[in-house]
């Protein structure tokens, strides 16, 4: 199956290698001065220079300082898609440090972003993601995010991006709505996330169901989940892919927190593949699944079942991990109690 493939290659007749940066920081005024020519070419081998130097956290300080970002942020409006994509990138850049990020969020530039959300050049907008990506990092940035309205876009540019930007649309969104759902939920992301979780891709899979995992750490989360995606949760239970396996267990023990969303659990039949999870030394979904059959046996009907499997439990507790022993150890005093 072929895949769309966004390069970051520039134009036959930019060549970087004419880029005077051997001075390095001193270089910064003189570039910052460049970057606000009416010449096309002058900015552009700007921007190359600055690509370089920004690699460096001290370029990155010295840039911010001397108000680099608030001539960056205009050219991300420029007509030239060269001049954008260079742009998209240094800002990248300068989010891989602490303090460019800081100097993203001071000088506004999230909310800049945004008008790059459509554009025509595939790479612009991966550049774009990666930054939103590396900015949701930080609390800071993801309220950032979020303060910005960037939510409902981001949530609607699930259904229209590229594969691989619908992997960083999934991880800005997993930091962000672990500060603050409601936004989401509105927009109905649960729809649409839904989908995602039968999706080829592994990864998106995968990060659809993280995704669904933080919504679900909110009360308001929780029900949606519960009345919408248990089902689809409990099927990726048995997903060949160990990451999709272990997100959907997260996602599925935090729905069933609820009484509806052990039932619907319960209903939809999660509690033989959960045992298998259980089971599975080597499993990254072996504790949440324990959890998730804690919780199932607080239900007359689960603790019923799970009674015929204490074996799977009392094997648990010689796992090495102490949280796996602990969570088993509860699980086996929930299942055997008695009224």
């Not at 259904?159 to 997993?174: F, V």
């Not at 599975?280 to 959890?291: D, G, P, V, Y």
Request: charged fraction near 20%; aromatic fraction near 4%.
């Amino acid at each position: 199956m072929a895949h769309a493939r966004i390069s970051a290659n520039l134009p036959p007749d930019i060549d970087p290698t004419k880029t005077p940066i051997a001075f390095g920081r001193r270089a910064l005024p003189k570039l910052n001065e460049e970057l606000q020519s009416p010449e096309l070419l002058t900015q552009q081998r700007a921007l190359m220079a600055l690509c370089d130097l920004v690699h460096d956290p001290e370029n990155v300080y010295q840039a911010t300082e001397l108000g680099f970002l608030d001539n960056l942020k205009n050219l991300l409006l420029h007509h030239d898609s060269t001049v954008r994509q260079k742009t998209t990138q240094i800002l990248y850049i300068m989010a891989m440090h602490n303090v460019g990020r800081q100097g993203l969020i001071q000088n506004g530039v999230i909310s800049a972003l945004t008008e790059l959300l459509d554009d025509p050049v595939d790479i612009c907008r991966k550049n774009t993601h990666q930054i939103f990506e590396m900015m949701a990092k930080l609390p800071e940035g993801a309220v950032g995010i979020l303060h910005a309205g960037l939510i409902p876009l981001l949530v609607f540019k699930l259904k229209t991006e590229l594969d691989g930007i619908q992997e960083l649309i999934l991880d800005t969104l997993s930091n962000c709505l672990r500060v603050e759902a409601s936004e989401a939920l509105a927009t109905g992301a649960i729809t649409i996330l839904k989908e995602k979780l039968t999706h080829l891709s592994v990864a998106i899979r995968s990060k659809a169901a993280w995704v669904l995992l933080e919504i679900g750490t909110h009360p308001e989360g929780k029900s949606v989940v519960c009345e919408e995606v248990i089902p689809v949760l409990v099927s990726l239970l048995e997903d060949t892919d160990p990451e999709v396996q272990a997100s959907a267990t997260g996602a599925l023990m935090f729905a069933t927190v609820k009484p509806q969303g052990r039932f619907s659990a319960l209903g939809a039949e999660a509690i033989p593949p959960l045992l298998k999870l259980a089971a599975e030394e080597t499993s990254k979904a072996r504790l949440s699944a324990i959890k998730t059959l804690t919780m199932l046996a607080e239900l007359p009907e689960g603790r019923k079942t799970l009674l015929e499997h204490t074996d799977t439990f009392q094997q648990c507790l010689n796992d090495p991990c102490e949280a796996v022993k602990r969570a088993a150890k509860i699980a086996i005093s929930v299942i055997k109690w008695k009224p």
